[in-house]
T-cell receptor
Framework: GAVVSQHPSWVICKSGTSVKIECRSL??????MFWYRQFPKQSLMLMAT?????????EQGVEKDKFLINHASLTLSTLTVTSAHPEDSSFYIC????????????FGSGTRLTVV | DQQVKQNSPSLSVQEGRISILNCDYT??????FLWYKKYPAEGPTFLIS?????DKNEDGRFTVFLNKSAKHLSLHIVPSQPGDSAVYFC????????????FGKGTKLSVKP
C-alpha cells in the first residue's frame, strides 16, 4: 500500500532557530500534500495544502512566512518552521493524496517538535 | 465553529464487548466520512469510510453507520480487543472543498482485558 515517510519523528530545538520536516511518498507520486498540526487533546488542524510545483495554500490564521512549505517534486514536501518559539511546540503530521485508495489520504508518522 | 464533533473524549470497554464511537457533523455538504485510528506519537491510519449514498459499511470487526437526517455517524467495533485501544478520529469531506478533511477532536478508546 501507499506509504508516506516523515522525519524526523521528534526534534528539540532552541527558540529562534529553524526546523525542517520532510515528507516523502515512497511508492507513489503525491500531487497534493497536506500539513496538519495537533496540540494535546485537540483535533488535527489543517495548516496548508501544497501542490507540486506551485505555492502552498494556507489556512486562515497560519503564517505563511513562518511555516514555509516546499513541494518541489512529486515525492517530497517539506515544512520549515522558521524562528521557532515555544508556542510552536506541537505534533506535525503530513498526508499525501494518492487518489486511489482510502479516499486518497495516507498519513506520515508525525513529528513531535519541542522548542525550548 | 466545529463542523465535526466527537463529544466523548474517552470511552472504556471490556474486552469482547462492543465499542461504539460517535460523531456528529453540521455541514450538510459533507459527502464522505472516514474513521482514523491513532496511536501515541504516530500518524493516523485509515480504518474505514462511508459515502453519503450509503448508510452502512462493514469491514471485519468494524462497521460504520451513517444517519444523514441526524447528521450522525458511529463506529462499531465488535468484539473489542485490547489492541483496539487508541484514539479514534472521525473525519468528513466534501468534494467541493477539494476533498480536504475536517477532523473531530478524537475519542480515546480503552479496551480492558
Amino acid at each position: 500500500g501507499a506509504v508516506v515517510s516523515q522525519h524526523p519523528s521528534w526534534v528539540i530545538c532552541k527558540s529562534g532557530t529553524s526546523v525542517k520536516i520532510e515528507c516523502r511518498s515512497l511508492d507513489f507520486q503525491a500531487t497534493t500534500m497536506f500539513w496538519y498540526r495537533q496540540f494535546p487533546k485537540q483535533s488535527l488542524m489543517l495548516m496548508a495544502t501544497s501542490n507540486e510545483g506551485s505555492k502552498a495554500t494556507y489556512e486562515q490564521g497560519v503564517e505563511k512566512d513562518k511555516f514555509l512549505i516546499n513541494h518541489a517534486s512529486l515525492t517530497l514536501s517539506t515544512l520549515t518552521v522558521t524562528s521557532a518559539h515555544p508556542e510552536d511546540s506541537s505534533f506535525y503530521i503530513c498526508s499525501a493524496r494518492t487518489a486511489t485508495i482510502n479516499y486518497g489520504y495516507t498519513f506520515g508518522s508525525g513529528t513531535r517538535l519541542t522548542v525550548v | 465553529d466545529q463542523q465535526v464533533k466527537q463529544n466523548s473524549p474517552s470511552l472504556s470497554v471490556q474486552e469482547g464487548r462492543i465499542s461504539i464511537l460517535n460523531c456528529d457533523y453540521t455541514n450538510s455538504m459533507f459527502d464522505y466520512f472516514l474513521w482514523y485510528k491513532k496511536y501515541p506519537a504516530e500518524g493516523p491510519t485509515f480504518l474505514i469510510s462511508i459515502s453519503s449514498i450509503k448508510d452502512k459499511n462493514e469491514d471485519g470487526r468494524f462497521t460504520v453507520f451513517l444517519n444523514k437526517s441526524a447528521k450522525h455517524l458511529s463506529l462499531h467495533i465488535v468484539p473489542s480487543q485490547p489492541g483496539d485501544s487508541a484514539v479514534y478520529f472521525c473525519a468528513a469531506s466534501d468534494v467541493g472543498s477539494q476533498g480536504n478533511l475536517i477532523f473531530g477532536k478524537g475519542t480515546k478508546l480503552s479496551v480492558k482485558p
